[in-house]
């Protein structure tokens, strides 16, 4: 019975929360383990795709989703110097979040359930279950592992995997500015881009209009950090875009600190699951961010595992991890490749802006497929 299964999830980000919240509403046992000493205040602003609020808003955090998100219908597209690109692209609806209120939103209903200070180093397969072993002495045994450690996910390395990270030859820049700061912040709505000379700047309102989020994607030849943490330097950014449309100017002479961050692609994993332990989120499927899916296919993973996972016997969890596995690999391997495609799309922009927006119109019809999906009804299917 699933009373007795007990679950270790190594990684307290997105997807590692939203799936110790599903498998718990669902009566499994849930412990997750995170490297970092206590929450951290890291990340910017980040999309929630309407696939996956819609499984967020089915739970008891319905009411607290609604407050910390901000709506947006389409993306409005300009050229480098402001002329409209429209209308581009059907009006699909989609959210928006601050890293940081999302993390907290979660921990304020499940902190009793997250052990900090717990850096995972191995994950040992036993006859039942398997043995974690953390960098501060600690071990435990669980039933079912899900590694939703990130892009240099530990786990994936323990069963076998390798990702073959390739640079996009591009940095991208984040920040965030207080609305405030901006003359013209009170009449911004949704997601802005403005794109040319193989650039692109996007920015959107956060934290109920008080923060405007941006991302700078810029050419760069030399290889980037990926990480979440390197600093990155105002004034290169602001040369990067010196005689851009004037809000793009100003909003990056309002910028205290900007973060840079390297673009890398992974081809698709061959599998995910392994006996008993399981990947989910960017330790499973990582993805380039031009389609603003990373989170959702992480909060997709965590919410069709619970699912499948649920009034499962011991014996059964290797049999419902491939049965996740195979469910969620190809969808996710379409996501990862209009990812991929997007990027390609909005750095070569080039061309008169009528031809841009029936290409941006012909690849998001194609991609369309993506926004309406419940994953909770595509798990519950193969049941
Ligand atoms: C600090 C940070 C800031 C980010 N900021 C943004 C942003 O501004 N915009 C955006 O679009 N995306 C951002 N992301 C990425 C985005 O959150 C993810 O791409 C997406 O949500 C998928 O999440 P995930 O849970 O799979 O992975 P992640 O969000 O990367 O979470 C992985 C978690 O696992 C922990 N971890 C890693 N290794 C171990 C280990 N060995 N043992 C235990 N714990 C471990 C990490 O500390 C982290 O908390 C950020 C990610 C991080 C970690």
Not at 127 to 138: E, I, Q, S, V, Y
Not at 285 to 292: A, D, L, R, S, T
Not at 338 to 351: D, E, K, T, V
Not at 354 to 378: H, N, T
Request: proline share 5%; hydrophobic share 40%; aromatic share 8%.
């Amino acid at each position: 019975m699933t009373e007795g299964l007990n679950i270790a999830i190594v990684g307290a980000g997105i997807g590692g929360l939203s799936a110790a919240l599903a498998l718990s509403a669902r009566g499994m046992n849930v412990t997750v383990f995170e490297g970092a000493e206590s929450p951290r205040e890291a990340g910017a602003g980040l999309s929630i795709p309407p696939n996956a609020l819609i499984l967020l808003k089915r739970t008891s955090l319905c009411a607290e989703i609604e407050k910390i998100t901000t709506r947006s219908q389409g993306l409005t597209r300009r050229t480098s110097q402001g002329e409209p690109i429209s209308p581009g692209s059907p009006p699909v609806l989609s959210y928006q979040i601050h890293r940081v209120e999302l993390l907290e939103m979660f921990l304020g209903v499940m902190k009793e359930l997250v052990r900090f200070g717990h850096r995972c180093t191995a994950v040992e397969e036993r006859t039942t279950g398997a043995r974690l072993t953390f960098a501060n002495g600690a071990v435990c045994d669980a039933d079912v592992v899900i590694g939703a450690d990130g892009i240099h996910s530990v786990v994936q390395r323990q069963i076998g995997l390798t990702a073959r990270p390739t640079s996009e030859g591009i940095v991208a820049y984040r920040g965030l500015v207080q609305s405030q700061k901006l003359s013209w912040a009170a009449k911004l709505r949704g997601l802005n881009m403005w794109i040319g000379d193989g650039r692109s700047f996007i920015c959107f309102p956060v934290s109920q209009g008080r923060l405007i989020n941006i991302v700078a994607f810029v050419p760069s030849m030399r290889d980037m950090e990926e990480t979440w943490f390197a600093p990155g330097d105002v004034e290169t950014l602001s040369g990067e875009y010196g005689d851009w449309d004037a809000p793009v100017r100003e909003i990056i002479a309002a910028l205290e600190h900007t973060f840079r961050w390297g673009i890398y692609d992974r081809p698709p994993l061959p599998y995910w699951s392994k006996g008993c332990v399981t990947l989910l989120g960017d330790a499973a499927h990582p993805m380039v961010p031009h389609f603003g899916q990373g989170a959702g296919q992480a909060i997709e993973d965590g919410f069709a595992l619970a699912v499948l996972l649920e009034h499962a016997r011991r014996d059964e969890v290797p049999a419902r991890l491939q049965a996740y596995q195979n469910l969620r690999l190809g969808r996710t391997r379409g996501v990862q490749t209009a990812s991929r495609l997007a990027g390609r799309f909005y750095r070569s922009a080039a061309g008169n802006p009528l031809e841009q927006a029936e290409r941006m119109r012909e690849w998001m019809s194609a991609a369309a497929w993506i926004f309406p999906y419940d994953a909770e009804e595509a798990a519950a299917a193969l049941r």
